[in-house]
Structures are given as C-alpha cells and as structure tokens.
C-alpha cells in the first residue's frame, strides 16, 4: 500500500534560517506528491504539488522535487519567517484502480522564533 | 471565491447526545470526503462520496455516519458521541481522478469538536 514518512517534529528554527522537511514515500506506479500546510485552528491548505517525476512545485519561497530515484519529496524553503509557524503534511495520491485516497505524513511541526 | 465552507468552527456536545456537522462546496467537485484529526496527528479518513455512491473505510467506528443529499452539501452524523471522539473534523473535495492527482483535496477550515 502506500505510506508517507515524514521527519519527526517539532523543529524549531530562528527567522531567516534554512528550512529543509524531509518526506519520503512508498507507492506503486506514479504517485501526485504534495505538501500541505495547516495554521493553528485552522484546516488545511495546498502548499506545493508535483506530479511527474523531477517536478518541482513551489509557492511562497517554499520548493520541493519530486524525486523518483530516492522517492523523496523534501520540503525547503531558503529563509523562513515567524508567519510560516504551522504543521506541514507530505501527502501522495496514487490514481490506480481509481483510488481516492490522500495518504498524509505525520506532519512535522515547525515554530519560527524572531 | 469557490471554497468549502464548513459550520460551526467549534461545537460542544454532551456525551451520547447526536451531533451533526455540516459541511458545503461552490466547487461543483464530484467528491466529498470527511477526515477525522486528533491533536498532533494526521487527519484520518473516515469516508467519501463520489457523487452519491458511498465509501466507507474499513475502519470508521458505526458510530459515524454521513448523508449527502445534494452535490453541495454533506453532512456528518455522530450518533452517540464519546469522548475519544473529541478532535478536529475536517471536510475536503476534489474533483474526478485526474483532476485530483493534479490539484489534491481543497480543505475547509474545519470544525473542532468538544465532548463534555
């Protein structure tokens, strides 16, 4: 079946430091890879997609690829600001055999300090 | 702006008392999903609707139930709710397969539930 493996949280980092959120995945065939964010209180909102394989989606200084070789999808993003503090969910989707199925990560929570 | 809207943001219920969630979409999406997530996990998905045909996963309690009379609205029903069922409940739709694995779920805001 498919599976997502999500680097355990919290992290915490200053403003300004580099953000990298290690995703890796297990699926068969061709997986949509994306990664969503969740605010405090909130539901969840689409951060970045990719789906083909050396894709990379990005949104708001934040990127990741899509990469088949290792079946990562790390999440980066170059200098992060205390408004990025939230959980962020790596999830795939596998079209096969029609399936509907969205399988979340853990989520790894990361708090940005001024 | 098309979203999905989801009401109310926070409901409190007594234990075994029946609670109902609601749950709409300008979207027009086909498919309608309702998730289950407890503080600090990943949201669980209870069932989904794909137009008016039914799925339940395997594992969803019987204590949940959902209706969906129309393409706009689904609802989810708890019938006796415990206090394990105490969590974030979240609504999400898509549209058919290939819209979906190009653009995933778009999520409403949620509705925190509390049982007292």
């Known amino acids: 079946g498919n599976s997502v493996t999500q680097m355990e949280g919290p992290v915490t980092l200053s403003e300004e430091a580099f953000l990298t959120i290690n995703c890796t995945y297990t699926?068969?065939?061709?997986?949509?890879l994306f990664w969503y964010v969740q605010y405090p209180g909130e539901g969840l909102q689409l951060l970045l997609k990719a789906t083909k394989a050396d894709d990379k989606g990005s949104n708001k200084g934040f990127e990741a690829t899509y990469r088949k070789e290792t079946t990562s999808f790390h999440l980066e993003k170059g200098s992060v600001q205390v408004s990025d503090s939230a959980v962020y969910f790596c999830?795939?989707?596998?079209?096969?055999?029609?399936?509907?199925?969205?399988?979340f990560g853990k989520g790894t929570k990361l708090s940005v300090i001024p | 702006d098309a979203m999905v809207i989801q009401n109310p943001r926070y409901q409190v219920t007594q234990f075994g008392k029946p609670v109902t969630l609601s749950c709409s979409q300008t979207?027009?999406?086909?498919?309608m999903y309702w998730y289950q997530q407890k503080s600090s996990q990943a949201p669980k998905l209870l069932f989904h609707y794909y137009d008016k045909d039914f799925n339940n996963e395997a594992d969803t309690p019987d204590n949940f139930q959902s209706r969906r009379p129309n393409t706009s609205f689904c609802f989810l029903d708890i019938r006796s709710p415990g206090l394990g069922d105490a969590a974030m409940y979240l609504c999400?739709?898509?549209?058919?397969?290939?819209?979906?694995?190009?653009?995933?779920?778009?999520f409403g805001s949620g509705t925190r539930l509390t049982v007292v």
């Open positions: 999400a739709t898509s549209g058919p397969t290939g819209e979906m694995v190009n653009y995933g779920y778009t």
């Open positions: 999830a795939l989707t596998n079209s096969g055999a029609g399936s509907y199925q969205l399988t």
């Open positions: 979207l027009n999406h086909n498919v």
């Open positions: 699926a068969t065939g061709y997986p949509s």
